[in-house]
């Protein structure tokens, strides 16, 4: 089981910055696709940000704002939010694809972490 661990979430004034982390707490992991969504009260959960080994997406909203990276020395991604607006806000959940190895055997998982709270008050 590959379990991961989100920080970095909090409350911000409008135009402000945050910057999220997810660690995958396992060893002899391949990973290949990190991500974050994120859901508003009410609302579905929406696509943020993906980052493989050669290519990034974004979701619209957050286009020229948003930037992932990640650290796979440390099974890091991170997320830096700049500019933030009250339409951020929500609980941002981060995501990781790969395998692991499992003595001789590679077995592929999907991991997502608790959620991290990010409030941007107006």
């Known amino acids: 089981q590959v379990q991961l661990e989100e920080s970095g979430g909090g409350l911000v004034q409008t135009g402000g910055s945050l910057r999220l982390s997810c660690t995958a707490s396992?060893?002899?992991?391949?990973?290949?696709?990190l991500g974050w969504h994120r859901q508003a009260p009410g609302k579905q959960r929406e696509l943020v940000a993906t980052?493989?080994?050669?290519?990034?997406n974004y979701g619209d909203s957050v286009k020229g704002r948003f930037t992932i990276s990640r650290d796979d020395t440390k099974n890091t991604v991170y997320l830096q939010m700049s500019s933030l607006k009250p339409e951020d806000t929500g609980v941002y959940y981060c995501?990781?694809?790969?395998?692991?190895?499992?003595?001789?055997?590679?077995?592929?998982?999907?991991?997502w972490g608790q959620g991290t709270q990010v409030t941007v008050s107006s």
């Open positions: 995501n990781i694809q790969g395998a692991q190895r499992r003595g001789l055997l590679m077995v592929d998982f999907v991991s």
């Open positions: 396992a060893t002899m992991l391949s990973i290949k696709t």
């Open positions: 980052i493989t080994s050669g290519s990034t």
